[in-house]
């Protein structure tokens, strides 16, 4: 499916073309200049665009009446905004005036799937105890769904050290995702598409680069982030490789259909996985455990340091196996 094509027509062609270079970086969209509304009209693309951005002073009427395109005008002051048929202000972050425009136009609520009859399938992966490979058994499950299914990985650690190991620096993360789902959902749908990275058939969202911004994001954000992707995405698994740094982690593990738990047998895990078990029962989340299944992963030996190749190996018969076992037949 080919993207959207958005379009600036302005005669200030450095605004026009900064504009432009943010929208393709930030948002899913091709994009086009033009420096006029005649340069625009004599075009061929011209009945290929999607979203028109004018400057006031090139539109017409006529012009909006020539062309399929979802045109927003380009106010240079703010009194024009309450004029019939007002645009946004011009002169504004880019940032902002994008919001303003997906929460103008009708497109995002277009594209977005039919909101699906029967929920998707969260899966958990968590334990108390450290070093474990939980990472690694996630990565690799991740991929071998996504050989037959549409799966979205999150990781929700302090330190994921996800951006060394893909060999990658990520211009955004899971906070930025969780910061358009509070302050601008209108432009959600199209910044999920532009942030989203992939591994192998197994797309994933950046892991927060700060473990003070993971630590400032509520229950109540995860939660609406699990529900805006469960409602507005083709996702058929999300699989959350959590970590106890974040708030409401019982209860994000209560929503998961299964959870992984990484267990090992030298007396000091044993004892932290007792106390974790513990601590469910008094606070009331039994039910947690029941949908638990531990892992002892201290046989998997020569792991391979990139994602894409967790497929292989003991790791992956040992995931495919899990899947086979306790998901569905694999």
Same mark, same amino acid.
């Given at each position: 499916?080919?993207?959207?094509?958005?379009?600036?027509?302005?005669?200030? *062609? /450095?605004?026009?073309?900064?504009?432009?270079?943010?929208?393709?970086?930030?948002?899913?969209?091709?994009?086009?200049?033009?420096?006029?509304?005649?340069?625009?009209?004599?075009?061929?693309?011209?009945?290929?665009?999607?979203?028109?951005?004018?400057?006031?002073?090139?539109?017409?009427?006529?012009?909006?009446?020539?062309?399929?395109?979802?045109?927003?005008?380009?106010?240079?002051?703010?009194?024009?905004?309450?004029?019939?048929?007002?645009?946004?202000?011009?002169?504004?972050?880019?940032?902002?005036?994008?919001?303003?425009?997906?929460?103008?136009?009708?497109?995002?609520?277009?594209?977005?799937?039919?909101?699906?009859?029967?929920?998707?399938?969260?899966?958990?992966?968590?334990?108390?105890?450290?070093?474990?490979?939980?990472?690694?058994?996630?990565?690799?499950?991740?991929?071998?769904?996504?050989?037959?299914?549409?799966?979205?990985?999150?990781?929700?650690?302090?330190?994921?050290?996800?951006?060394?190991?893909?060999?990658?620096?990520?211009?955004?993360?899971?906070?930025?995702?969780?910061?358009?789902?509070?302050?601008?959902?209108?432009?959600?749908?199209?910044?999920?598409?532009?942030?989203?990275?992939?591994?192998?058939?197994?797309?994933?969202?950046?892991?927060?680069?700060?473990?003070?911004?993971?630590?400032?994001?509520?229950?109540?954000?995860?939660?609406?982030?699990?529900?805006?992707?469960?409602?507005?995405? *083709?996702?058929?698994?999300?699989?959350?490789?959590?970590?106890?740094?974040?708030?409401?982690?019982?209860?994000?593990?209560?929503?998961?259909?299964?959870?992984?738990?990484? /267990?090992?047998?030298?007396?000091?895990?044993?004892?932290?996985? %007792?106390?974790?078990?513990?601590?469910?029962?008094?606070?009331?989340?039994?039910?947690?455990?029941?949908?638990?299944?531990?892992?002892?992963?201290?046989?998997?030996?020569?792991?391979?340091?990139?994602?894409?190749?967790?497929?292989?190996?003991?790791?992956?018969?040992?995931?495919?196996?899990?899947?086979?076992?306790?998901?569905? %037949?694999?």
């Amino acid at each position: 499916m080919r993207k959207k094509l958005l379009a600036v027509c302005d005669r200030e *062609a /450095v605004y026009a073309s900064k504009f432009c270079e943010y929208v393709a970086k930030e948002f899913p969209f091709d994009v086009a200049v033009f420096t006029s509304r005649e340069n625009l009209e004599q075009n061929e693309t011209k009945d290929k665009i999607d979203i028109l951005l004018i400057a006031k002073e090139e539109y017409s009427k006529q012009l909006e009446e020539n062309m399929r395109a979802q045109i927003v005008i380009l106010e240079p002051d703010r009194e024009s905004l309450n004029e019939p048929n007002g645009g946004v202000y011009k002169y504004q972050s880019c940032e902002t005036v994008m919001k303003e425009v997906m929460g103008r136009l009708e497109i995002q609520e277009k594209e977005r799937p039919v909101i699906r009859e029967k929920g998707l399938n969260l899966i958990g992966f968590y334990s108390p105890i450290k070093r474990g490979l939980q990472t690694s058994l996630a990565l690799s499950m991740g991929q071998m769904l996504a050989k037959k299914h549409k799966v979205l990985y999150l990781n929700f650690e302090s330190f994921s050290g996800l951006n060394i190991r893909f060999g990658k620096e990520f211009m955004c993360d899971i906070t930025d995702l969780i910061y358009y789902i509070t302050n601008a959902k209108e432009a959600l749908f199209y910044k999920l598409q532009a942030m989203t990275q992939s591994v192998g058939n197994m797309d994933f969202i950046p892991p927060a680069f700060s473990y003070m911004d993971i630590n400032r994001i509520t229950k109540e954000q995860w939660m609406m982030m699990i529900e805006e992707i469960e409602k507005y995405s *083709a996702y058929e698994y999300i699989l959350l490789d959590l970590s106890d740094n974040i708030q409401g982690l019982p209860d994000i593990l209560r929503c998961c259909r299964k959870v992984f738990t990484i /267990v090992k047998d030298d007396g000091m895990a044993m004892a932290k996985m %007792e106390q974790y078990k513990l601590l469910l029962e008094r606070a009331d989340y039994e039910d947690v455990l029941q949908k638990t299944k531990q892992c002892d992963l201290s046989l998997i030996r020569d792991l391979p340091f990139a994602p894409e190749q967790l497929v292989y190996g003991e790791l992956a018969d040992f995931a495919k196996n899990l899947i086979r076992k306790e998901l569905y %037949e694999f």
